[in-house]
Structures are given as structure tokens and as C-alpha cells.
């Protein structure tokens, strides 16, 4: 899918320059909000992160206002829940192996989407549009994980989700640098220079297949079209 994702990118690239006259460029900056989710009766007390993100993209847009576009993002993600244990306790209760496991990466993505421009005023512009948006993680943070000692005391430790962590016989598999996600969003065109976007993103790529890790994502950021 990757492969795939990255070709199409390409070909949109190549077939946009043809028609240069009606490209434009930009460049963005803002944040995201993400949160991870895994499976049932596991992984629960999953908490909202934020994480920062710039980029630059390339749009072409028609005479009947159809917009397509693509670009390339770095971002750090960062994601934190808690863990429950496949044992219970020798009173029947169930056990927390993490009570806490908070990750942070920095990643580099491709978007592509396409959009309708709508003239609201002559400085005024929204563009909906749907899409994909492919993402390959280039590095892990130091970032905090809990669990409980054999003294029954809680200890922070610390781990990279792309290593993994591993403290007898509590692991945790290293997370997928690879996701591929289908993705909506608007974008507010002021003074046909002026952006403002907002996206919205879930992960149908498994990031943990150890817990079921997926991920739900919010964009918001300001931007400067050429």
C-alpha cells in the first residue's frame, strides 16, 4: 500500500507540472490532537495528546473549481492508555500490567485529496475535501511507561515505541513505523492567500498488533498559499 500510495504521488506530480499555470504552493504550520485506541477489555484509559506539525503542499484546481492536491508533512504524534493484564489476581480481579504507556514519534506523510472550492465572498473561500493521507514514522521519543515493581510499587521508566520495551516479563512489541489512514477536512481560503484547515483522520493500519493499536487524529493549522 505504501508503494502504491508513494506512485501515485508521483504521477500527480509529474502530471500537475504539465499544467504549471494553474498549480499553487504552499507551506502550513499547527498542531494535532491524537488518541489511540486498542482492543477491548486491554488497552483502556486511552488520553488525548498533543502533538506540533509543518509542511508544504501542492494543489491544482480547475476551471469548475475541482480540487487536487497533495504535499509532504513532518509531525510528531503522541498517543497514551493503559494496559490490563491477560491474568487476574488470586482474589478473581483483574491485574494492570501498564498502568500508564505514553509514546511520542516524528513522522513524515504524504496526503492526497481531492476538494470542491466554493466562492463564498470574492476573499472568502471553502474547500471540502476527502482523501488519504500514507505516513512512515522516522523516529521514537524517549517517552514514559509505568508498571508495577515486585514490590507492588509503581516505577516510571523510559521507552521508544519503534524499540519497544521489554522488563521481564513485561513487553511491549515495538509499534509500526508504516499507517495509511482515509482522511476529511475544510479549508478556509481568505484573501486567496490566508489558510485555514482542519482535518480529521483514522488509522486503518494496526500500529501495535500486540494491543490493537489504531489511531484517531485531529489537524488544525494556518497556512500561506503562494
Not at 509503581?154 to 509500526?176: H, L, V
Amino acid at each position: 500500500m505504501k508503494k502504491e500510495t508513494y506512485i501515485l504521488f508521483l504521477l500527480f506530480t509529474f502530471c500537475a507540472n504539465l499544467v504549471a499555470q494553474d498549480i499553487s504552493y504552499g507551506i502550513h504550520a499547527g498542531f494535532n490532537l491524537s488518541k489511540l485506541s486498542g482492543h477491548e477489555y486491554q488497552v483502556y484509559d486511552e488520553k488525548t495528546r498533543m502533538g506540533w506539525q509543518i509542511g508544504g503542499d501542492v494543489k491544482y484546481t480547475t476551471k469548475h473549481n475541482i480540487q487536487i492536491g497533495s504535499g509532504l508533512v513532518m509531525k510528531t504524534t503522541k498517543g497514551q492508555f493503559a494496559v490490563m493484564s491477560d491474568y487476574v489476581s488470586a482474589s478473581g480481579q483483574p491485574v494492570t500490567l501498564f498502568p500508564m504507556v505514553k509514546l511520542t514519534d516524528i513522522s513524515i506523510g504524504i496526503p492526497i485529496y481531492i476538494g470542491y472550492k466554493i466562492d463564498l465572498s470574492d476573499a472568502i473561500s471553502l474547500i471540502p475535501n476527502v482523501g488519504i493521507y500514507s505516513n512512515y514514522g522516522v523516529a521514537s521519543l524517549n517517552d514514559d511507561v509505568q508498571i508495577h515493581d515486585n514490590n507492588g510499587h509503581d516505577r516510571m521508566e523510559q521507552w521508544k515505541c519503534y524499540n519497544g520495551y521489554s522488563n521481564g516479563a513485561r513487553t511491549i512489541d515495538p509499534f509500526s513505523r508504516f499507517c495509511f489512514a482515509p482522511r476529511i477536512g475544510v479549508d478556509m481560503l481568505i484573501s486567496k492567500h490566508y489558510l485555514f484547515s482542519i482535518t480529521f483522520q483514522k488509522e486503518i493500519s494496526t500500529l501495535s498488533e500486540q494491543y490493537g493499536c489504531k489511531r484517531r487524529e485531529l489537524n488544525m493549522c494556518l497556512g500561506y498559499s503562494f
